[in-house]
């Protein structure tokens, strides 16, 4: 059985950095594509970096976290990691670590991706 876990969510003020994990475990061989996506209270969840294992590390990342997130693959197979630095009172909500073992034609769409874990939530408040 696949599952998807997220760690690393909390509390930080603004320009504050955090580092979330995501661990996608019984799956014997490597996801192709690992993302990470966002939801505020009201909204629908958004794509905010994706990382295809499969194509050579490949990332990409949605405007508003570029230059102040990084993707990046763990030390372990099917594991990421995003790191979060200068966060802003707008990247409050729960991130959500997503997984498929498709190629992704649009990374930043949910549809794409049919393993998800439970979300953890991040706060940037002063």
């Known amino acids: 059985q696949i599952r998807v876990a997220e760690s690393g969510g909390g509390s930080v003020p603004p320009g504050g950095s955090l580092t979330l994990s995501c661990e996608a475990s019984g799956y014997s061989s490597t996801f192709n594509w690992m993302a990470w996506f ?3 209270p009201g909204k629908g969840r958004e794509g905010i970096a994706a990382i295809w294992s499969n194509g050579g590390g490949t990332t990409e990342y949605d405007d508003s976290v570029k ?60």
């Open 38 to 40: 966002r939801q505020i």
């Open 67 to 126: 230059g102040r997130f990084t993707i990046s693959q763990g030390d372990a197979k099917n594991t990421i990691r995003l790191q979060m630095n200068n966060l802003r009172s707008e990247d409050t909500g729960t991130y959500y670590c997503a997984a498929d073992r498709r190629y992704v034609g649009k990374w930043s769409e949910t549809r794409e991706f049919g393993f998800w874990g439970q979300g953890t939530q991040v706060t940037v408040s002063s």
